[in-house]
């Protein structure tokens, strides 16, 4: 019996850090939606909504390019109750993310994938 009062955790980045990043046309996609306003929080209903991925494909990126410290994460703070639904896990760009992103982008100019 699970009571609420416990937290869930995510192994897939409980210290494993991959720095290869697969880059999928789905990967690009997500990317460029978080390219789009480099300081924003996104929940991955947003992130699903600007690129149309679905969550069983959107969400194996967002935690790979997390672990692959692209990305940072952190659950909203505002009480469940309040809001009337859950909280959301917002993703955001980190310098590392937002440097190797606009790299991957422009070895597209130079006709070179990276």
């Known amino acids: 019996n699970l009571h609420s009062s416990y937290t869930l955790c995510r192994l897939a980045t ?23 306003n480099t300081t924003a929080q996104l929940a991955g209903a947003e992130v699903h909504q600007r690129c149309g991925i679905a969550s069983g494909t959107l969400y194996p990126i967002l935690i790979r390019l997390e672990s692959a410290g692209w990305f940072v994460s952190q659950w909203e703070s505002i009480d469940p109750s309040s809001a009337g639904r859950p909280r959301r896990r917002l ?14 982008f422009a070895s597209f100019n130079r006709g070179v994938l990276a």
Do not use: C, P, W
């Open 14 to 36: 409980m210290g494993k850090k991959d720095i290869n990043v697969r880059m999928s046309l789905q990967t690009l996609r997500v990317l460029e939606a978080f390219l789009e």
């Open 91 to 104: 993703y955001r760009l980190t310098s590392t993310g937002l440097r190797r992103a606009s790299e991957v």
